[in-house]
């Protein structure tokens, strides 16, 4: 299953269930199979993504210090970070919010 974002001020984003389901979560949506973002939800919307995206790289730079401490290596990230797959929502709901258009979304 897929998610994807739509608006008419941005291109599309297209996101699989699981992650498409945790970007719901960190803005405090259940994920649903159908949904919509207005322009008034969008400000507390990035800024919820931003926490999350600075919480976590802050939890891997405590780690990364811990690690040194202890005077190891930490192993390098696997994969694509929350930044990484967050980045293209945030600017959606920034062009969004711009233009005062809705984002909606389906699975």
């Known amino acids: 299953m897929l998610?994807?974002?739509?608006?008419?001020?941005a291109g599309d984003v297209i996101m699989t269930s699981g992650v498409g389901d945790a970007i719901l979560r960190l803005m405090g949506r259940e994920p649903t199979a159908q949904g919509i973002f207005t322009p008034e939800q969008?400000?507390?919307?990035?800024?919820?993504?931003e926490a999350?995206?600075?919480d976590d790289e802050q939890r891997r730079?405590?780690?990364?210090?811990?690690?040194r401490a202890e005077g190891r290596l930490?192993?390098?990230?696997?994969?694509?970070?929350?930044?990484?797959?967050?980045?293209?929502?945030?600017?959606m709901l920034r062009r969004a919010q711009?233009?005062?258009r809705d984002i909606v979304w389906g699975a």
């Open 61 to 67: 730079a405590e780690a990364e210090a811990e690690a």
């Open 74 to 91: 930490l192993p390098p990230r696997e994969g694509v970070t929350l930044r990484q797959r967050a980045w293209p929502l945030v600017e």
């Open 52 to 54: 999350a995206v600075a």
């Open 3 to 9: 998610y994807k974002f739509r608006s008419k001020a």
């Open 98 to 100: 711009a233009a005062e």
């Open 42 to 49: 969008m400000p507390a919307l990035i800024a919820l993504l």
